[in-house]
């Protein structure tokens, strides 16, 4: 070792020697190097030990140290001294070392007695107390790794000689080859290593062949995907997994791209794609994958093995399907199909019936945004009205408008829209559209057929019954039982024909926006007492009774009275209908935020399921038997609903089996009136 604060003392070498004087002719301790490198069965650290155990004996020092020094910091890598010397792994600055002036000198450097030297106030010499050192640089794979150095507390008798110089060069050479074997030893595990904690760790599918295909190794996902273990298969062709034995075959044959186990790379351009290959599981089940071939070259770009990385895209192949089969499905629909994204409100898909309905190309339509085809409804208006949609307010949405195709015709369509999120949080508007100009032509030829029929019908009908009744009262004589019976029948069929033309007459007002309406605030409270008892009678006849709850007394609303009324008898007639001799129907209201609830609650069966979906369509009648006869024509709720929400409310139901059924309004309530 020497120090910083002095010259490197570099003592003349003796040329008689010392307690092995002529040591370059010593074969001895040639041999016994020899013999201790030769060993194979010591592992690298007791090999490195008896090394420099051999030195302390060689240079009757009896400390010696290997180092590894980095930058100032100087690491004891292996030591062998009596038992107050340092650890292994302890580290000191490189300045309080001897060995500072051993890289200095980049060569061999000893001196025998430090205290007659000029290096005496060296930090090692006060710190350690070392009179003799003999030390050099190992270099390791042409890089300098450290020192090894002996030394001893106590001077040696005589200075160092060439021949200590020249064996310790030797010597420090043979460490070094050790230290740069271990090393690439280390590497060689660890490249082992790695590469096994990849191969097996792979999602996919991997064998390991040698040059001749025959399997030396495959991966758990392997096992697992085609159901044989490593004793199945070790040293059985590879071949025999493939659906096509020649696809493995010609495959390993043709150049291919190859992973070295040098350090050497394989060329950019060299590419790697996977191939579509069948595979036989062990149960004979045959499957799809993508498969890579990688060709394992060794130090002289001899072939050493093969790797195939084998991943199944049965799922995927099936997906594939299912998505081609659904998109041919969607792009062949009749209807009218546009996805468009919720941001931009671009259209990102069209299918066939989209593109050929409104005349514009495929591409033309892609540039286009549903507010582009839709009169009626300014960005700002659809963006307001699909919010819901977007903050999960509503799962859907019904509702007709207008298109207009390229050269500016409109035409009517319903339209049934939904957004659909994806897994990443972005989602999809989903339309279908159905062009309705048919069925609107049919309603306006319905609706002009019913207004007609209806206005001929209504004028003589209403003579008919008025006669009839006069009849029944006795005006033309008094009547036989039978001929009273048969009057009685005739009244009340008169009565349900007059009925259900008011009823058709009013649908077709209300549909065609003829029906008027005189709206004006006032309070809610007076209308329902109206209505209730305005069916005292129908409830009395049915056995049922009527009671109010009125939880918003001071409520006002903005209708027309009569209409509402025409509402509130409609759900009451129904209510009264649909309960048990001995029930009760409830009126209810209450308020709710800015809007009053008026609630109609029987006491009755409950609506069926299979009814339900339709419960405000025209002429629909859950119990045919029963409105039957009790003279409903089954336009009465879907009259309702189209009176309350042309008074700006809307209308709906809850219901359960064997308990009973709600109808309730909302209408917003006019707190200023």
């Not at 020899?34 to 400390?63: A, R, Y």
């Not at 008798?157 to 021949?163: C, G, I, K, R």
């Not at 546009?338 to 259209?347: G, N, T, V």
């Not at 629909?620 to 409903?632: F, K, L």
Request: charged share 20%.
């Amino acid at each position: 070792m020497s120090g910083k604060n002095a010259h490197p003392i570099h003592q003349q070498p003796s040329g008689t020697g010392g307690r092995f004087a002529g040591v370059a002719g010593n074969t001895q301790s040639l041999a016994q190097l020899h013999n201790i490198i030769s060993q194979q069965g010591l592992s690298f650290n007791e090999k490195i030990t008896q090394i420099i155990k051999l030195g302390t004996d060689v240079f009757d020092l009896p400390v010696a140290i290997i180092s590894q020094i980095s930058g100032d910091q100087y690491t004891v890598r292996h030591i062998v001294g009596p038992p107050d010397s340092p650890a292994p792994d302890s580290v000191f600055n490189l300045s309080e070392t001897y060995c500072i002036h051993t890289l200095n000198a980049n060569g061999p450097i000893g001196f025998h007695f430090t205290k007659e030297s000029n290096i005496k106030e060296h930090p090692c010499y006060r710190k350690f107390g070392l009179e003799a050192y003999l030390g050099t640089p190992i270099i390791v794979d042409g890089e300098r790794y450290g020192t090894v150095n002996f030394s001893s507390p106590t001077p040696r008798q005589q200075p160092f000689t060439l021949e200590d110089y020249w064996f310790i060069n030797l010597y420090t050479q043979w460490v070094g080859a050790e230290i740069s074997r271990n090393n690439a030893e280390i590497e060689i595990k660890h490249q082992k290593n790695l590469f096994e904690a990849l191969f097996n760790n792979m999602p996919d599918a991997m064998i390991l062949t040698n040059p001749s295909n025959e399997i030396l190794h495959i991966n758990p996902a392997f096992s697992k995907t085609f159901g044989y273990s490593i004793q199945e298969l070790l040293h059985k062709p590879a071949s025999l997994l493939f659906d096509k034995a020649d696809d493995f075959e010609n495959r390993s044959q043709q150049p291919l791209p190859s992973s070295q186990t040098t350090a050497e790379t394989t060329s950019e351009n060299e590419k790697n794609a996977p191939l579509t290959i069948s595979f036989r599981r062990q149960n004979e089940e045959l499957f799809s994958a993508e498969t890579v071939f990688t060709q394992l070259l060794g130090g002289k770009d001899e072939t050493i093995g093969f790797v195939l990385h084998i991943r199944e895209i049965t799922a995927r192949i099936q997906a594939e399907n299912n998505f081609n089969r659904l998109k041919n499905t969607l792009d062949n629909t009749l209807d009218m199909i546009f996805m468009f994204d919720p941001m931009s409100l671009k259209f990102v898909y069209l299918n066939k019936g989209a593109v050929e309905s409104m005349g514009y190309s495929k591409k033309e339509l892609l540039d286009l945004s549903p507010c582009d085809i839709k009169p009626l409804m300014p960005e700002s208006e659809f963006r307001e009205f699909v919010a819901p949609l977007l903050n999960g307010e509503a799962h859907s949405l019904s509702f007709e408008t207008l298109h207009q195709r390229k050269d500016g015709f409109q035409f009517p369509v319903e339209i049934f829209l939904q957004f659909v999120t994806e897994t990443n949080d972005t989602g999809l508007f989903i339309a279908i559209v159905h062009d309705i100009t048919k069925r609107k032509k049919i309603d306006a030829l319905k609706n002009e057929f019913v207004s007609t029929v209806s206005h001929e019908l209504r004028t003589p009908l209403t003579s008919i019954h008025g006669s009839i009744k006069l009849l029944a009262s006795g005006a033309a004589g008094e009547l036989s039982p039978k001929a009273q019976e048969l009057l009685d029948i005739s009244d009340k069929n008169s009565e349900r024909l007059i009925r259900l033309i008011n009823d058709l007459l009013d649908m077709e007002k209300t549909a065609s926006g003829k029906l008027d309406f005189e709206l004006c605030t006032q309070p809610l409270h007076p209308i329902i007492e109206q209505a209730i008892n305005a069916n005292k009678v129908y409830a009395e006849t049915h056995k049922v009774r009527l009671e109010i709850i009125d939880n918003a007394p001071d409520c006002n609303v903005n209708v027309d009275a009569h209409r509402l009324i025409q509402v509130m008898s409609n759900l009451l007639s129904n209510a009264i209908k649909f309960s048990p001799a001995g029930g009760c129907v409830t009126v209810r209201s209450k308020l709710l935020n800015d809007q009053v609830r008026v609630e109609v609650i029987d006491t009755g069966s409950g609506i069926p399921k299979e009814f339900q979906h339709r419960i405000f369509e025209k002429f629909s009648q859950a119990d045919a038997s029963n409105t039957r006869s009790s003279g409903g024509t089954g336009l009465g709720l879907s009259i309702s609903k189209n009176l309350i929400e042309n008074m700006g409310g809307n209308i709906n139901y809850y219901t359960q089996q064997s308990i009973g059924t709600t109808f309730y309004f909302d209408l917003l309530n006019k707190r200023d009136a």
